[in-house]
């Protein structure tokens, strides 16, 4: 079956431009979370939808980040003014219900120059 | 200090040797996860647990909720094991949704 999907898979950027990154989750799942990853450390939370509702953004580092999921399905993430710390991977990942296993996407590697 | 720590950070084993890969952390949590990352980004998860011990094939994850601490073991170690393996947890505290994530162990195994 098919598992969450991103796009696009890289993204180069020059500073000052917006950049919208996709996220396709597993059908009727529920719960839909958005990751950052710099090099070479662990993923940090962004922001975490249930169906549309966002329930909680607390992870995004600006306001120039913006997320999402209108129809409680596919899911945007938004970078306004991309900055070149705003360069790392984002991953979407999904799960059923929001405390149950996350199955993640292969992220959006994004380089802003 | 971070809420979640591994160790080691990167480690080198030869085919067919034990691993341990370590986690502490520092807060209640009320479930801990290994993920496997390969190179590339993917992130598969490997276990979600709340108490005791789990096992799938040769990885095998244990837990210390007194103690605070959770070790992933993989036996008859492969080279197709070597990827980067990050512990997560779910604090009790905040947004139940939000995990927070270790740095990640490197492995690499070498025939």
């Known amino acids: 079956g098919a598992g969450v999907s991103q796009s696009p898979r890289y993204k180069v950027a020059k500073r000052g431009q917006d950049v919208a990154l996709r996220c396709d989750p597993i059908s009727g799942h529920v719960s839909l979370f958005w990751y950052q990853q710099a090099l070479g450390q662990g993923p940090e939370f962004l922001t975490y939808f249930q169906n549309e509702a966002q329930l909680d953004k607390s992870g995004l580092p600006s306001d120039r980040f913006f997320a999402e999921r209108p129809e409680g399905s596919v899911s945007t993430l938004k970078i306004q003014r991309t900055q070149q710390e705003d360069s790392a991977v984002y991953l979407c990942a999904s799960s059923l219900l929001e405390q149950e296993t996350q199955y993640f996407g292969p992220g959006t590697r994004l380089l802003v120059l | 200090k971070n809420e979640v720590e591994q160790s080691p950070q990167n480690l080198t084993a030869q085919e067919g040797e034990f691993i341990t890969i370590n986690c502490s952390y520092s807060v209640g949590i009320s479930a801990l996860h290994w993920l496997q990352q390969h190179p590339g980004g993917g992130i598969v998860s490997l276990f979600m647990?709340?108490?005791g011990k789990k096992k799938h094939g040769r990885l095998i994850a244990t837990i210390n909720i007194q103690e605070k601490h959770s070790s992933l073991h993989i036996t008859a170690s492969h080279p197709r094991d070597s990827a980067v393996y990050i512990c997560a947890v779910r604090p009790l505290t905040g947004t139940a949704s939000k995990l927070t994530f270790g740095t990640g162990t490197r492995l690499q195994v070498t025939l």
């Open positions: 647990l709340s108490s």
